[in-house]
C-alpha cells in the first residue's frame, strides 16, 4: 500500500512538473536560432557566394550547422576569427588561399562598350546595377558590394572590378611622429 | 561656500589633469607685426575645408571672378561656400593635393590674380541689433566662416545652437608650441575680436564670456581688457602656460570647473567656445561684409629667415608663405603644418592654406628631431600621467596594437585628442597618438563598412521578395490565363504557340528565354500592324557588332577552343544565309524583272544588318557553348534561334499568313509542280522551327509569283501575300498591277506548290497551327486590302480605273472566303460558331476601316 502512495504522489508530481515544463517550452519558444543572427551579422553581407552559399545568410545557416568558418574570402582575416571566437573552433586561414587582407573592389562597367543585355542587373544580388534593355548600364558604387557575380554574365566582358579609390575619410594615418627636442 | 558662478565671477581657476610643458618656442615670432604678403602668382582653393560638405560650384574654368565673389553656394547640411581670395580669372577646376596628411588630390578651383585685387560689392551691416537672429545666422553661413582654431567646424551651426548657452568661452589660449598667431591677432585686432563676440553674445545670449588667455601672452591680455572694458559681461581670464589648455575641454575645465560628457559636445553642459581667430571673422562678416577670405598664418622655424606673423590669403601655397619670409632648406628639411604637437608634416610644399591653417613650421634638424626608433614599453605610467583626458595611453596602446577595436572603444579611444601629450612624454619614444590615430581610422572604417553591410543586406533582402512576388505574379497570370482561354483565342493560341516552340527549340533554356519567345510570339502576332522599327534594330545591329569586334578580339588573344566553335558557328550561318540568297538570286535571274521591289527587298533583308546581328548574338552564344563543352550538334539550335531572332517579326507574321492560305489551296487544288521544289525541299529540310516555316513559304511565294508571270493568267484571286509586296512597293501604280497579276500567279503557284505537298506540308501545316486564328487572319486580309485598294485608287488616278475596280471587288469576296475557310479549318482548335462570327465582324470592321483609311490617302495624296 506505501508503494502504491508514493507511485501516485512521484507520478502526479511528475506530471505536473511536465505539465509546466511543456508550457514553457511553448511559451517561451525561440523564433529562431539566435547563432544564425549573429553569424550572419559578423559576415560581410557581400552576398557574392563564393563560400559555395547563395549568399551570406544561407551561408550562416550552414555555419550554425557546423560548416567551416574560414570561407569567406571577401571577410578576410578578421571575419574568420571572429566567427571562429563565435563558434569556440579554432581559427583557420582562409579556405582557397586568399589573401588576408582582400582588397576592396566595386564594379564598373565601362560603358560604351555595354549593349544594353540586363544580364548583369539579373544577376546583381543588391540592385547595384542600373539600366533597361538596351540602355546603357551603370554601378552605383555606394552600393555595390564588390561580390563579382555581375562581371562572369557578361557577354561582353565589359564589366572591371576595380579597387575602392583612397580618399581623405578612408585615409589612414602612417606611423610617424614629429617629435620635440629642447635644445639650448 | 561660493556658488559656482560666484566663484567663475571671482576669477577662481580649476586644474585640468595632465599636460605637459614643451619648449614654447612663441619669441621666434611674436615680436614683429603681421605682415601683408604680396598677391601669390596662382591661387588654390579647395571646395572642402572644413568639417562638412561640399558646396555646389557657382563658376566655370575661364570666368572672370572679383575678391570676395563666392565661388561655391552651400548644398548640404554642413556645407560652406569658398570664396575668390582676389581678383583674377579661373584657369582650372580640378583635383589638386589636399591640405592633409595624404595629400590626397582634391576638387579645387585654380585662379590665377589679375593684380588688380579688386572686391566685389560688399554689404556691410550698420546697426547688427536691427537684425534677426536667422538673419545673422545666415551672414556667418554665406561668409563661409568655419571654425579657425583647427578643426574647421561650421560656425553658423554653433551660433544656432538650440541649447541655452550659460558660458560662451573665448580661445585665446593657442597653447601649442612656436604658434603666435591668435597673440598677434589680439594685439593688432582685439577691438574687432570683441565686435565678433558681441556678435555672439546677441547669438547666444550667453550670462558671461570668459576669454582666456595663457599668461606668456602679456600683450595680448592687456589689448584684450582694453578693449573689452565696455562690456561687462565680458571677463578676461588669465590661465597658467600648460599644454593643452587651449583644447576644448580642457578650457572648459579651467575656466569652469564643467566636465564635458565622453562623447558629448560642450553645449551639452551649457558652455560654448570659439576661437579669437573665428570672432574676428565673424566680425569682418557682419560688419564690413567680407567673406572669410584670409587668415594670420604663423610661418616660423629656424630655417625661417624672417619668422613672423602673416596674412596669408586662403588658396596661397605654402611654397609661396616660406618665399616671401626668406626660406633656406636643410637637408631632410620637414615643413609641418600646424605645431609640433598635433601638426603634420607636408608631403609637398605645393599645397595651399585653407581656413584651419594656422602655422607653418619649417624647423631645421636640431630643434625637431625626427623620432628615435621605438623601443619596448617599460610601463613607466608617464604618459597616464600626461593624459589631459584621464585616458589609459598604455592600454590604449596595447590593444591598438593588437587591433582589439571593442577594448579600445571600451577603453574611450574617441575622447583622445590626439593632443600628443603622451608621444611628447614617452620615454621609449613611442609614437603612441599615431597608433590611436590609425586604430580610430579602423574602427570609423570598419563602423562605414558595418553599415554598408547592413544596407547590402536589405537591399538583398528587398531583391529576394521581389522576385519571389514576381514569380507568384507570373503563375498568377498562368492561371488566369488558362480559365479566361476560350474567349480569347488569340492569346491562348499564343501562349501555346511559345511554349510550343520553346519546347521544341529550347528544352532546358531559362524562364527568362521562353519569356522572350513569347514576347516574340506577340510581337510577330500583331507585327502587321506596328511600325517599322527598322531604325532601331540597326541602332542595336551596330552596337552588336561592335561588343563582337571586342569578344572577337579577346577571343583571339587568348587563344581558347571557343573561337573555332564560334567560326563553325558564323560559317554555318554564312551557308544558311548563302544559300537563301542564291535562291532569291536564282529566282531573280529566271524571270523578267517586272517585280524588282519585291525580289530585292527580301535579298536584302537578310544581308549587312541582319548578319552583324546573327553574328553578334552567335558569338554571345558560342562563349556559353564553349563554356558548355558542347559540340556542332548542340550548335544548331542556337543557330535556329539566332535565325528566328533575326526575323523581322512584321514579315514572318505575313509569310505565316500566306503560307497558310497556300496551304489550304495546296490541298484543294490538284496539279503538277516546277521549279519551286527544291528551294522549299531544301528551307523545310533545314526547318523545324515554325517561323522559319514561315520564311521558306516567304520564299516560295516569291518563286510563285515569279512564275505565275511567265504564265501570266489572270484568274481574279487575292493573296494575302500583296499585303506585302504592295507595302514593299513605293510605286502605287505598280504595285496595282502587280497585285492583280501576284493574284492571279499566287494561284498557280499554290497549284504548282501542291505537287509538292509531301515535303511542304509538314512545315506548312506548322505554320498554319501557328496561325490559324481566324481573326488575326481576318486583320491581315484586311490590310492586304487596303493596300491593294490604295494601290488601286492611285491607279485609277492613272487612268486605269475600271479594270482595278473590278478586281478590287473580287478581292474582298475572295478574302472573306477565305476567312471562313479558315475558320473551318481551324475547327480542329474547336471554334464555337459564335467565334466564328465574331471573327467575320472583325474582318468586316478591319476592312471598312480600310476602306476609309484609303480613302484618307486619296485625299491626302497629292498624286
Known amino acids: ?184 | 561656500m561660493d556658488s559656482l558662478v560666484e566663484q567663475i565671477e571671482r576669477g577662481t581657476l580649476w586644474q585640468f589633469p595632465g599636460g605637459v610643458h614643451p619648449p614654447e618656442q612663441k619669441s621666434l615670432s611674436n615680436q614683429l607685426p603681421i605682415a601683408r604678403l604680396p598677391l601669390p602668382d596662382k591661387i588654390v582653393l579647395p571646395l572642402k575645408q572644413h568639417i562638412g560638405a561640399n558646396g555646389q560650384l557657382l563658376v566655370n574654368k575661364g570666368d572672370k571672378i572679383l575678391k570676395g565673389q563666392p565661388l561655391t553656394k552651400p548644398s548640404a547640411n554642413w556645407s560652406l561656400p569658398v570664396h575668390a581670395p582676389t581678383s583674377g580669372k579661373i584657369l582650372d577646376i580640378t583635383s589638386a593635393p589636399s591640405s592633409h596628411p595624404s595629400a590626397l588630390p582634391e576638387l579645387s578651383i585654380i585662379i590665377a590674380p589679375d593684380g588688380n585685387d579688386m572686391w566685389c560689392d560688399l554689404t556691410p551691416v550698420d546697426d547688427i541689433t536691427q537684425l534677426t537672429h536667422k538673419q545673422l545666422v545666415d551672414i556667418l553661413h554665406s561668409a563661409g566662416i568655419a571654425g579657425m582654431g583647427g578643426a574647421g567646424f561650421p560656425t553658423y551651426i554653433k551660433a544656432d545652437s538650440h541649447q541655452p548657452i550659460e558660458y560662451l568661452i573665448v580661445n585665446g589660449v593657442e597653447c601649442e608650441p612656436y604658434i603666435t598667431a591668435d597673440d598677434l591677432l589680439m594685439q593688432e585686432h582685439a577691438t574687432e575680436i570683441v565686435q565678433g563676440i558681441e556678435i555672439m553674445q546677441q547669438l547666444l545670449k550667453p550670462q558671461r564670456v570668459l576669454v582666456g588667455i595663457e599668461d606668456n601672452k602679456p600683450q595680448a591680455i592687456a589689448a584684450m581688457a582694453r578693449a573689452c572694458e565696455h562690456n561687462s559681461a565680458i571677463l578676461v581670464r588669465t590661465i597658467p602656460t600648460k599644454y593643452p589648455s587651449g583644447g576644448e575641454k580642457q578650457l572648459i575645465r579651467v575656466l569652469t570647473s564643467k566636465e564635458v560628457p565622453s562623447s558629448g559636445i560642450p553645449a551639452d553642459i551649457g558652455v560654448l567656445v570659439q576661437n579669437v581667430g573665428t570672432l574676428f571673422a565673424v566680425s569682418e562678416a557682419v560688419n564690413k561684409g567680407k567673406p572669410l577670405i584670409e587668415r594670420v598664418v604663423t610661418v616660423t622655424g629656424n630655417t625661417i629667415d624672417k619668422p613672423q606673423n602673416v596674412w596669408a590669403l586662403i588658396g596661397s601655397e605654402i611654397k609661396h608663405l616660406l618665399d616671401s619670409q626668406g626660406f633656406t632648406p636643410v637637408a631632410e628639411q620637414r615643413v609641418i603644418m600646424g605645431g609640433p604637437m598635433m601638426g603634420f608634416t607636408l608631403p609637398t610644399v605645393r599645397i595651399p592654406v585653407i581656413k584651419t591653417t594656422n602655422c607653418i613650421l619649417a624647423p631645421d634638424n636640431r630643434e625637431l628631431v625626427e623620432p628615435g626608433d621605438e623601443k619596448a614599453c617599460i610601463r613607466c605610467s608617464a604618459c597616464a600621467d600626461a593624459c589631459p583626458q584621464t585616458l589609459l595611453p598604455q592600454q590604449l596602446q596595447w590593444f591598438a596594437k593588437s587591433k582589439d577595436f571593442e577594448k579600445l572603444e571600451e577603453y574611450n579611444l574617441f575622447d583622445c585628442i590626439e593632443c600628443g601629450a603622451c608621444s611628447y612624454v614617452c620615454p621609449s619614444e613611442i609614437p603612441l597618438v599615431q597608433y590611436y590615430r590609425v586604430a580610430k581610422a579602423e574602427i570609423r572604417e570598419q563602423k562605414l563598412d558595418q553599415i554598408k553591410a547592413e544596407r547590402a543586406k536589405e537591399r538583398f533582402e528587398a531583391r529576394k521578395d521581389r522576385l519571389e512576388q514576381e514569380q507568384q505574379e507570373r503563375q498568377n497570370r498562368h492561371k488566369r490565363g488558362a480559365s479566361r482561354v476560350t474567349k480569347p483565342e488569340k492569346e491562348k493560341a499564343k501562349v501555346a504557340d511559345a511554349l510550343e516552340r520553346v519546347k521544341q527549340k529550347q528544352g532546358d533554356k531559362s524562364a527568362v528565354q521562353a519569356a522572350i519567345a513569347r514576347a516574340k510570339a506577340k510581337k510577330a502576332a500583331d507585327g502587321s500592324l506596328e511600325p517599322d522599327n527598322s531604325e532601331v534594330a540597326k541602332e542595336r545591329a551596330k552596337r552588336k557588332e561592335q561588343a563582337r569586334s571586342y569578344k572577337e578580339q579577346k577571343q583571339s588573344t587568348e587563344g581558347t577552343p571557343a573561337n573555332t566553335d564560334d567560326k563553325k558557328d558564323a560559317v554555318a550561318q554564312a551557308i544558311a544565309r548563302a544559300k537563301a540568297k542564291k535562291a532569291a538570286k536564282l529566282a531573280e535571274e529566271s524571270t523578267p524583272n517586272i517585280e524588282p521591289e519585291q525580289a530585292q527587298p527580301s535579298s536584302e533583308n537578310d544581308d549587312p544588318r541582319k548578319a552583324a546581328v546573327a553574328a553578334a548574338i552567335a558569338r554571345a552564344k558560342a562563349k556559353k557553348a564553349a563554356k558548355a563543352e558542347e559540340n556542332t550538334s548542340s550548335i544548331e539550335p542556337e543557330q535556329a534561334q539566332s535565325s528566328s531572332e533575326n526575323d523581322d517579326p512584321r514579315k514572318a507574321a505575313v509569310a505565316a499568313a500566306i503560307a497558310r492560305a497556300k496551304a489550304k489551296k495546296a490541298a484543294k487544288a490538284e496539279e503538277n509542280t516546277s521549279s519551286i521544289e527544291p528551294e522549299q525541299a531544301q528551307s523545310s529540310s533545314e526547318n523545324d522551327d515554325p517561323r522559319k516555316a514561315a520564311v521558306a513559304a516567304a520564299i516560295a511565294r516569291a518563286k510563285a509569283k515569279k512564275a505565275a508571270k511567265l504564265a501570266e493568267e489572270s484568274t481574279p484571286n487575292i493573296e494575302p501575300e500583296q499585303a506585302q509586296s504592295s507595302s514593299e512597293n513605293d510605286d502605287p501604280r505598280k504595285a496595282a498591277v502587280a497585285a492583280a497579276i501576284a493574284r492571279a500567279k499566287a494561284k498557280k503557284a499554290a497549284k504548282q506548290v501542291e505537287e509538292n505537298t509531301s515535303n511542304v506540308e509538314p512545315e506548312q501545316a506548322q505554320s498554319s497551327s501557328e496561325n490559324d486564328d481566324p481573326r488575326k487572319a481576318a486583320v491581315a486580309a484586311a490590310i492586304a486590302r487596303a493596300k491593294a485598294k490604295k494601290a488601286a485608287k492611285q491607279a485609277e488616278q492613272n487612268a486605269q480605273a475600271t479594270n482595278t475596280n473590278d478586281d478590287l471587288a473580287q478581292p474582298m469576296s475572295e478574302l472573306k472566303q477565305i476567312d471562313n475557310a479558315l475558320a473551318e479549318q481551324s475547327d480542329s482548335e474547336q471554334l464555337t460558331p459564335e467565334q466564328k462570327r465574331q471573327a467575320a465582324i472583325k474582318a468586316a470592321v478591319a476592312k471598312a476601316k480600310a476602306k476609309k483609311q484609303a480613302k484618307e490617302q486619296e485625299g491626302n495624296d497629292p498624286s
Not at chain 1, 511543456?22 to 551579422?41: F, H, L, T
Not at chain 1, 578578421?78 to 573592389?105: C, F, H, N, S, Y
Not at chain 1, 551603370?138 to 561582353?156: A, F, H, K, S, Y
Open chain 1, 1 to 184: 500500500m506505501t508503494l502504491f502512495y508514493a507511485l501516485i504522489a512521484l507520478g502526479s508530481l511528475a506530471l505536473i512538473f511536465g505539465l509546466i515544463l511543456g508550457y514553457a517550452a511553448v511559451k517561451y519558444r525561440v523564433e529562431s536560432n539566435p547563432i544564425v543572427d549573429q553569424v550572419d551579422a559578423i559576415l560581410p553581407q557581400t552576398q557574392c557566394g563564393q563560400c559555395g552559399y547563395p549568399g551570406c545568410r544561407p551561408y550562416a545557416e550552414a555555419i550554425a550547422n557546423g560548416d567551416e568558418v574560414n570561407k569567406c574570402p571577401p571577410g578576410g582575416e578578421a571575419t574568420v576569427k571572429k566567427l571562429a571566437d563565435l563558434m569556440g573552433v579554432e581559427a583557420k586561414p582562409l579556405a582557397g588561399g586568399e589573401e588576408a587582407e582582400p582588397v576592396k573592389t566595386v564594379a564598373y562597367i565601362r560603358e560604351d562598350e555595354c549593349i544594353g543585355c540586363t544580364k548583369c542587373i539579373q544577376a546583381c544580388p543588391v540592385d547595384a546595377i542600373v539600366g533597361a534593355t538596351r540602355q546603357m548600364h551603370t554601378v552605383i558604387d555606394d552600393e555595390c558590394t564588390g561580390c563579382d557575380l555581375c562581371v562572369e554574365p557578361c557577354p561582353v566582358d565589359c564589366i572591371d572590378m576595380l579597387p575602392v579609390e583612397q580618399t581623405k575619410q578612408t585615409w589612414k594615418w602612417q606611423l610617424d611622429a614629429i617629435a620635440v627636442k629642447q635644445i639650448d
